[in-house]
């Protein structure tokens, strides 16, 4: 965007006032058509697991398709083999994600604004984990539980979450917080709030759409995954985990039921987040105008 | 706070998230390192016999399905950057007002489980599905003709559960280029190709270097798709660590191969990065 909307970009040349030959109409169509292609094949599988939602298979294999029915959205409520372990996997999301946006905001919120020695070491903290592959970090874990004779369940299931959550929040609130506005907080100190008062009303709304997003992929990240939780998870079964149990024998339509609500939650609480970034957006920018 | 104590306040910040990660994730890695060097089984006990040789023994052991892992995972880089970079491009610079709603649709697949869309590509490749099994009525295909359980199925896995991880940083590092520098290309006369390789593709290195690292690692030590996709033939390092830790409790050597794989990333990563002048990327 140019400032003040003032077209910097030179005066077309008398080529491109021309009409566009056919075949360069043809090439400028082609990054689209094949973006178009691309984003059909990334929704390929979710159309299938959504149709195979109300598919009525006889036996146990959902495989092949047998006839529509919406049976299936109104028994999966009743098959608690399925929904203790999703009621497991919303525990453990709901408890890991408040925890790592606690602590990876605490910490994004000193690596933007703060000062101090040892940033070196930390940093190296925060990422080596993003770039150990899962099998890894579970197997370190497993080793910890093992050695100290710990019984694995729910709990050290949210501790591994909460762990390779933390840096994942730090990223994203980093990524927030970068251009962030700090004339805003020394108005409010010049106009006599404290450092708490100005931390609570002025900072923690400006960077909430931040910690939303970061609560949000949290939530994601937790719910879905499967490879840590396995080396951690004990007798207890998480969401994944029972999926994965039960493809050995065929998995019932009613997990795509519980696939295909998600989805659309995911969805809608997406879009919402999305439009009310978008409204702070605009409310901080006018604000920013205020105090300037 | 006092005002000689005021810089505490950024470790006062640091100290739960960093307890946490030193806790759950650097003394696990130490543990881990001391297991893989202990001799002994699960019943009898194990004993720290600073056992270094076994570092060569499951390198020796399972040298097949390392080099499948690295070659997988080179593959599944490849593959993501050639579909990924063509879509990144046209969302960055020809996206205009549907940009947003592009990127949403690029990451919207992915808020389904990563097991159940694996799943659903075993389905959609089963050998008599709707999709093999009509082809095959046709008389289009072999009867013999199969996708699930070779290497194709899970590369092909693979790369589309990372995709995303691709075309995001590569969106990314496209979008911040500087339309001016393009256009500089074409007043210079020369040519949209000439314009892409000498300016666009260069400036876009950046996000080629995130997002091959962002597919590479979690590929090489993935199980899932080579264990719902794959064979026998298709076993990777991921299902071997996790074979030997979670069922047959091999604890020492499953340490020492994860170690092993952890150290193949490192210097690989390290590789790449002095191949495409990471200094230089990280710096801007």
Redesign the interface.
Same mark, same amino acid.
């Given at each position: 965007m140019t400032a003040a909307g003032i077209p910097?970009?030179?005066a077309a040349r008398p080529v491109a006032t021309r009409r566009p030959r056919l075949g360069a109409r043809l090439s400028r169509a082609v /990054?689209?058509a094949?973006?178009l292609l691309?984003?059909i094949?990334?929704?390929?599988? %979710?159309v299938?697991?959504m149709a195979?939602s109300f598919n009525n298979p006889r036996g146990r294999q959902n %495989?092949?398709?047998q006839g529509f029915t919406v049976q299936n959205y109104f028994d999966v409520w009743s098959r608690s083999d399925i929904t203790g372990p999703m009621t497991s996997s919303l525990i453990v999301a709901a408890t890991a994600t408040v925890l790592a946006t +606690? /602590?990876?905001t605490? %910490?994004g !919120? #000193?690596l933007t604004?703060?000062?101090?020695r040892g940033r070196g070491p930390?940093n190296l903290?925060?990422y080596?984990?993003l #770039?150990?592959?899962?099998?890894? !970090?579970g #197997?370190?874990?497993?080793? !910890?539980w +093992?050695?100290a004779g710990v019984q694995r369940g729910l709990l050290t299931i949210i &501790? #591994?979450h909460?762990?390779f959550n +933390?840096?994942y929040v730090?990223v994203t609130i980093r990524a927030r917080l970068a251009g962030f506005n700090r004339s805003l907080e020394e108005a409010a100190m010049d106009l006599g709030a404290n450092?708490w008062a100005t931390f609570r009303k002025i900072t923690l709304p400006l960077i909430m759409p931040g910690i939303i997003a970061a609560a949000l992929l949290a939530f994601?990240l937790s &719910?879905?995954d499967?490879?840590i939780t396995?080396?951690v998870a004990g007798q207890t079964r998480t969401?994944?985990l029972w999926?994965?149990g039960a493809?050995r024998f065929g998995?019932p339509p009613e +997990?795509?039921v519980l696939?295909t609500l998600?989805?659309v939650v995911?969805?809608v609480l997406?879009?919402v987040q999305?439009l009310w970034a978008r409204r702070r957006a605009s409310i901080e920018q006018a604000l920013a105008k205020e105090v300037k | 706070m006092p005002r000689r104590l005021r810089w505490l306040t950024p470790y006062l910040f640091l100290l739960p998230g960093g307890l946490w990660l030193t806790a759950f994730f650097v003394l696990p890695m130490l543990v881990m390192a001391s297991i893989s060097l202990q001799e002994g089984s699960l019943s009898s006990g194990y004993r720290l016999t600073w056992n270094f040789p076994i570092y060569a023994e499951v390198i020796t052991e399972w040298t097949t399905q390392f080099v499948r892992s690295i070659w997988y995972a080179a593959a599944v880089t490849v593959l993501t950057l050639l579909i990924g970079y063509p879509m990144a491009y046209t969302i960055a610079f020809r996206g205009g007002r549907f940009k947003n709603i592009l990127l949403l649709l690029v990451i919207l697949p992915f808020f389904t489980a990563f097991i159940i869309r694996t799943l659903s590509w075993k389905l959609i490749l089963s050998d008599n599905g709707f999709v093999l099994g009509t082809l095959k009525d046709v008389g289009i295909l072999e009867p013999a003709f199969r996708v699930l359980a070779t290497p194709v199925a899970v590369i092909g896995g693979l790369t589309y559960n990372f995709l995303p991880f691709m075309v995001l940083p590569l969106y990314v590092a496209l979008e911040k280029i500087d339309r001016h520098l393009i256009e500089a290309g074409s007043d210079l006369y020369a040519s949209r190709r000439q314009t892409f390789l000498r300016v666009t593709l260069p400036l876009s290195m950046p996000g080629v270097f995130a997002g091959s690292l962002l597919v590479f690692i979690p590929a090489i030590g993935d199980f899932i798709n080579a264990d719902l996709l794959g064979s026998r033939e298709t076993t990777m390092i991921g299902n071997i660590i996790q074979r030997l830790f979670v069922q047959t409790n091999a604890y020492p050597e499953a340490a020492a191969l994860s170690f092993v794989l952890m150290a193949a990333v490192l210097v690989l990563v390290a590789l790449y990065a002095r191949f495409v002048g990471a200094e230089e990327l990280t710096r801007g």
């Amino acid at each position: 965007m140019t400032a003040a909307g003032i077209p910097i970009r030179p005066a077309a040349r008398p080529v491109a006032t021309r009409r566009p030959r056919l075949g360069a109409r043809l090439s400028r169509a082609v /990054l689209p058509a094949y973006t178009l292609l691309a984003v059909i094949y990334l929704f390929i599988p %979710i159309v299938v697991m959504m149709a195979f939602s109300f598919n009525n298979p006889r036996g146990r294999q959902n %495989i092949t398709w047998q006839g529509f029915t919406v049976q299936n959205y109104f028994d999966v409520w009743s098959r608690s083999d399925i929904t203790g372990p999703m009621t497991s996997s919303l525990i453990v999301a709901a408890t890991a994600t408040v925890l790592a946006t +606690v /602590l990876g905001t605490l %910490i994004g !919120l #000193a690596l933007t604004r703060y000062e101090f020695r040892g940033r070196g070491p930390l940093n190296l903290l925060i990422y080596v984990p993003l #770039a150990t592959p899962e099998v890894i !970090l579970g #197997a370190s874990l497993l080793s !910890l539980w +093992v050695s100290a004779g710990v019984q694995r369940g729910l709990l050290t299931i949210i &501790i #591994a979450h909460v762990m390779f959550n +933390v840096s994942y929040v730090v990223v994203t609130i980093r990524a927030r917080l970068a251009g962030f506005n700090r004339s805003l907080e020394e108005a409010a100190m010049d106009l006599g709030a404290n450092e708490w008062a100005t931390f609570r009303k002025i900072t923690l709304p400006l960077i909430m759409p931040g910690i939303i997003a970061a609560a949000l992929l949290a939530f994601v990240l937790s &719910i879905d995954d499967y490879v840590i939780t396995l080396f951690v998870a004990g007798q207890t079964r998480t969401f994944p985990l029972w999926v994965y149990g039960a493809s050995r024998f065929g998995v019932p339509p009613e +997990v795509n039921v519980l696939g295909t609500l998600i989805f659309v939650v995911a969805f809608v609480l997406i879009v919402v987040q999305i439009l009310w970034a978008r409204r702070r957006a605009s409310i901080e920018q006018a604000l920013a105008k205020e105090v300037k | 706070m006092p005002r000689r104590l005021r810089w505490l306040t950024p470790y006062l910040f640091l100290l739960p998230g960093g307890l946490w990660l030193t806790a759950f994730f650097v003394l696990p890695m130490l543990v881990m390192a001391s297991i893989s060097l202990q001799e002994g089984s699960l019943s009898s006990g194990y004993r720290l016999t600073w056992n270094f040789p076994i570092y060569a023994e499951v390198i020796t052991e399972w040298t097949t399905q390392f080099v499948r892992s690295i070659w997988y995972a080179a593959a599944v880089t490849v593959l993501t950057l050639l579909i990924g970079y063509p879509m990144a491009y046209t969302i960055a610079f020809r996206g205009g007002r549907f940009k947003n709603i592009l990127l949403l649709l690029v990451i919207l697949p992915f808020f389904t489980a990563f097991i159940i869309r694996t799943l659903s590509w075993k389905l959609i490749l089963s050998d008599n599905g709707f999709v093999l099994g009509t082809l095959k009525d046709v008389g289009i295909l072999e009867p013999a003709f199969r996708v699930l359980a070779t290497p194709v199925a899970v590369i092909g896995g693979l790369t589309y559960n990372f995709l995303p991880f691709m075309v995001l940083p590569l969106y990314v590092a496209l979008e911040k280029i500087d339309r001016h520098l393009i256009e500089a290309g074409s007043d210079l006369y020369a040519s949209r190709r000439q314009t892409f390789l000498r300016v666009t593709l260069p400036l876009s290195m950046p996000g080629v270097f995130a997002g091959s690292l962002l597919v590479f690692i979690p590929a090489i030590g993935d199980f899932i798709n080579a264990d719902l996709l794959g064979s026998r033939e298709t076993t990777m390092i991921g299902n071997i660590i996790q074979r030997l830790f979670v069922q047959t409790n091999a604890y020492p050597e499953a340490a020492a191969l994860s170690f092993v794989l952890m150290a193949a990333v490192l210097v690989l990563v390290a590789l790449y990065a002095r191949f495409v002048g990471a200094e230089e990327l990280t710096r801007g």
